[in-house]
């Protein structure tokens, strides 16, 4: 395969498939969404703003009056909100084939999630870690099941602050949006640790957009970050949501993506580029890390992963 010229053209026909996509209303959650309709799929779009996700099916069914689309409320940050999103697509969907935990914030003012948890590490990481166990069942049920979680070439730069998770003894923006791209990887690679050793058919693959203008720049961080990232570094360096998202989209639909693979961009610094598999940091790929973190998440989630191994 030659990774470099690997294009959403290339996305195998995905009728029958359902995938559940978070944050798909904008930036790389739209791109991947658009995209995996266009070859058929079935996409549930999650969403905290539902007027906002259905502006976003309009937009999609003008070009593409087949698609099949559902658009549902949740708010990644709130538990309680993961929990009634995971509840409706379970009562009416019978399998999940695919779940792209693609959303983020990105460096906001220090503030707590409803459960009193860094907005950054709940938002990113914790909504998507109990998401992913809540739904894990019907991943089992479903077909070359996979679950692709978004994180960051940040992830490189980031520490786990096991003693303030939170950001009470010292808040940076920036850090504790690496700790939370640093919280994902280190997430996607225990899930893909577990899941083999139970002999689950699902496959926890991980991926990163590179450098990619999203409103995740404009609208997230604080202060000087928003001008160095959005205001100057999106039209000078970045890539679009739709180059961006190929590296998820590869993810979470090419036949030959093995569990546990990092899959990133093929340019210089990974900025940029299309999908390649690439490098976790050691950090990332610790195990002692891996299972301090799980336990961490489960006690704050309140969620307990069942895996199962195919019948």
């Known amino acids: 395969m030659t990774q470099q010229h690997w294009t959403t053209d290339q996305i195998p026909d ?54 099949r689309l559902e658009v549902r409320r949740i708010d990644l940050a709130d538990l309680a909100s993961v929990r009634a999103f995971a509840d409706g697509v379970c009562a009416d969907h019978a399998r999940l084939d695919v779940l792209i935990n693609n959303a983020g914030v990105m460096a906001p003012p220090r503030s707590l999630s409803a459960q009193g948890h860094e907005l950054q590490f709940a938002a990113n990481h914790l909504g998507h870690f109990a998401l992913t166990g809540l739904l ?13 979680t978004v994180s960051s070439v940040n992830h490189r730069q980031g520490r786990l602050f096991f003693d303030d998770l939170d950001g009470e003894r010292g808040y940076k923006a920036m850090t504790f949006y690496n700790q939370s791209k640093l919280a ?7 899930l893909h640790r577990r899941l083999t050793e139970a002999g689950s ?21 604080i202060g000087l970050w928003r001008v160095v990232f959005g205001r100057i570094g999106n039209p ?19 036949p030959g993506v093995r569990g546990g693979e990092f ?49």
């Open 201 to 221: 058919g699902v496959r926890s693959v991980l991926a990163h957009p590179g450098y990619t203008a999203t409103n995740l720049q404009l609208n997230g961080p």
């Open 263 to 311: 899959i990133g961009p093929d340019g210089m610094a990974e900025l940029r580029g299309g999908p390649k598999r690439v490098e976790l940091s050691p950090a990332a790929a610790d195990e002692e890390t891996g299972r301090r973190l799980w336990e961490v998440s489960e006690e704050r989630t309140d969620v307990r992963f069942v895996f199962r191994a195919p019948v």
């Open 136 to 148: 894990l069942d019907l991943l089992s049920a479903g077909l070359d099941s996979r679950v692709v």
């Open 14 to 67: 995905q009728t029958d498939r359902v995938f559940v996509v978070t944050g798909a209303n904008s930036g790389l959650g739209l791109a991947t969404t658009r995209a995996l309709a266009r070859r058929g799929g079935l996409v549930i779009l999650a969403v905290r703003d539902e007027e906002k996700g259905r502006r976003a099916v309009a937009g999609i069914t003008a070009e593409q009056p087949d698609a």
């Open 184 to 190: 994902n990887a280190v997430f996607g690679h225990e």
């Open 236 to 254: 000078l360096f970045a890539q679009s949501a739709d180059a961006g998202a190929q590296s998820q989209l590869y993810a979470a639909t090419d």
